[in-house]
Nanobody
Framework: QVQLVESGGGLMQAGGSLNLSCEAS????????MGWFRQAPGKEREFVAT????????FYADSVKGRVTISRDDAKNTVYLRMNSLRVEDTAVYYC???????????????????WGQGTQVTVSS
């Protein structure tokens, strides 16, 4: 059983940067594909970025590509998300997720990930 705890959310300024962390416990972190998703009020949960085990593959949503970087430190059981040039529309609850044996075609699908953090609120003001 994997537990995930996100941190780093809060009130941000448009144009600024966001640094989120997600620390995992209770599993073999290096074996998991780790993803970041977000959910704005009244909207579906949306894929942001994912990094496969060992960091071999990284994928970003088109909506954030060029502004976001995902990385992982297996020694610290932690995955990171950095987002630059924040926009008001980036406001959402950001979730990290962990999945095993996620097929590359399914990397952006929330139901491919079996473990989720509680989420961290990010609010971007203009």
């Amino acid at each position: 059983q994997v537990q995930l705890v996100e941190s780093g959310g809060g009130l941000m300024q448009a144009g600024g940067s966001l640094n989120l962390s997600c620390e995992a416990s209770g599993g073999t972190f290096s074996s998991y594909t780790m993803g970041w998703f977000r959910q704005a009020p009244g909207k579906e949960r949306e894929f942001v970025a994912t990094i496969t085990w060992g960091g071999g593959q990284i994928f970003y949503a088109d909506s954030v590509k060029g502004r976001v970087t995902i990385s992982r430190d297996d020694a610290k059981n932690t995955v990171y998300l950095r987002m630059n040039s924040l926009r008001v529309e980036d406001t959402a609850v950001y979730y990290c997720a962990a999945g095993l044996l996620v097929a590359w075609r399914a990397l952006s699908r929330p139901n491919s990930y079996g473990y989720w953090g509680q989420g961290t609120q990010v609010t971007v003001s203009s």
